[in-house]
């Protein structure tokens, strides 16, 4: 399994920005963002593809936030503008879930031993 890094959380006021980043041990086919509030399910917020660079985001994020990645580097990068208080969770990226799309990779629940998961790097979105 691969191993993923996150890092680039922390304290931003709201309409603040950050920049998280998910260095990867090596190549996934895949990578997608999630987050975790306390008391919450966990919840998809941006995927992409390496293949053909498709993206997915949650209707609370579209607009907002970006994915990216560069291939040379295995690394994603999720661009967070105008943050809300809401917005504040873990993150954590994961691959190697066995999705045919982008969509269904951020969209559907997946048990904890699936794929391979960061740590979480800590987002706090507060005055």
């Known amino acids: 399994q691969v191993q993923l890094v996150e890092s680039g959380g922390g304290l931003v006021q709201p309409g603040g920005s950050l920049r998280l980043s998910c260095a990867a041990s090596?190549?996934?086919?895949?990578i997608g963002w999630f987050r975790q509030a306390p008391g919450k399910e966990r919840e998809g917020v941006s995927c992409i593809s390496s293949s053909d660079g498709s993206t997915y985001y949650a209707d609370s994020v579209k607009g907002r936030f970006t994915i990216s990645r560069d291939n040379a580097k295995n690394t994603v990068y999720l661009q967070m503008n105008s943050l809300k208080p809401e917005d504040t969770a873990v993150y954590y990226c994961?691959?190697?879930?066995?999705?045919?799309?982008?969509?269904?990779?951020?969209?559907?629940?997946?048990?904890?031993?699936?794929?391979?998961w960061g740590q979480g790097t800590q987002v706090t979105v507060s005055s």
């Open positions: 994961a691959a190697d879930l066995p999705a045919v799309t982008v969509q269904a990779m951020c969209v559907m629940t997946w048990p904890a031993d699936f794929g391979s």
């Open positions: 090596g190549f996934t086919y895949g």
